[in-house]
């Protein structure tokens, strides 16, 4: 078992939809979670990151996450073609030094 | 801004050559990065360097070393590269390792071995 997993997608939404993007993870130490959004032929950028469980919300966007259940999602609200990317959820342990890398989920948002 | 700069965006080798790619960050930091992105594989960590000539094992470093000279240089070695090796190579920097500080990335270097 990987010890984080995104679904790759492609998601494709019309614009303006709500999306919600998730991962889930295997590890309970982890307690930083990082969305990093990744433009096609470009290096990811970080979006947003939480600590611990909660919900965190940056504009359109809100990070949520569940320690119990070990899920994390992303809510884009009012999503827009500029969204269309990768986003790569990346959960961190202190006790390590290194982030995991989920694979990525692939956004298409249609005009 | 942070500039982490990739200078080779698309390469394409031959089986059995070397390869360099090079990496350059213009924000002092200590902490530096290669990883390789694969589909459906996500980003795997190849090697880091916390410091000059200071380097460490990621989860993937078979056929692969790294060179740190200089603080704002990483540069990742193919010894002699294999068709396996094809894949998408991403620098990263951070100016300290922990949960709350960003890594940057280089825009990637696509890689080709044929």
């Known amino acids: 078992q990987k010890e984080v997993e995104q679904d790759p997608g492609p998601l494709s939404v019309p614009e303006g939809a709500i999306v919600s993007l998730n991962c889930t993870y295997s590890?309970?130490?982890?307690?930083?979670f990082m969305w990093y959004r990744q433009y096609s032929r470009k290096g990811p950028e970080l979006l947003m990151y939480?600590?611990?469980?909660g919900n965190k919300e940056d504009g359109r966007f809100t990070a949520q996450v569940d320690k119990s259940s070990k899920y994390i999602s992303l809510f884009i609200r009012d999503s827009q073609p500029s969204d269309s990317a990768t986003y790569l959820c990346?959960?961190?342990?202190?006790?390590?030094?290194?982030?995991?890398f989920g694979g990525g989920t692939r956004l298409m948002v249609k005009p | 801004d942070v500039k982490v700069t990739q200078s080779s965006r698309y390469l394409v080798k031959r089986t059995g050559e070397k390869v360099f790619l090079e990496c350059v960050q213009d924000?002092?930091?200590?902490?530096m990065f290669w990883y390789r992105q694969d589909p459906g594989l996500g980003l795997r960590l190849i090697y880091f360097?916390?410091?000059?000539?200071?380097?460490e094992k990621g989860d993937i470093p078979e056929g692969y070393s790294v060179s740190r000279e200089k603080k704002e240089r990483f540069s990742l070695i193919l010894e002699s590269a294999s068709t396996n090796q094809t894949s998408m190579y991403l620098c990263?920097?951070?100016?300290?390792?922990?949960?709350?500080?960003?890594?940057?990335f280089g825009e990637g270097s696509w890689l080709t071995v044929v």
């Open positions: 590890n309970s130490a982890f307690q930083y």
């Open positions: 939480t600590y611990s469980s």
């Open positions: 990263a920097s951070t100016p300290a390792l922990g949960g709350r500080n960003t890594i940057y």
């Open positions: 990346a959960p961190y342990n202190n006790a390590g030094n290194m982030l995991t």
């Open positions: 360097s916390y410091d000059v000539k200071m380097k």
């Open positions: 924000m002092d930091h200590e902490n």
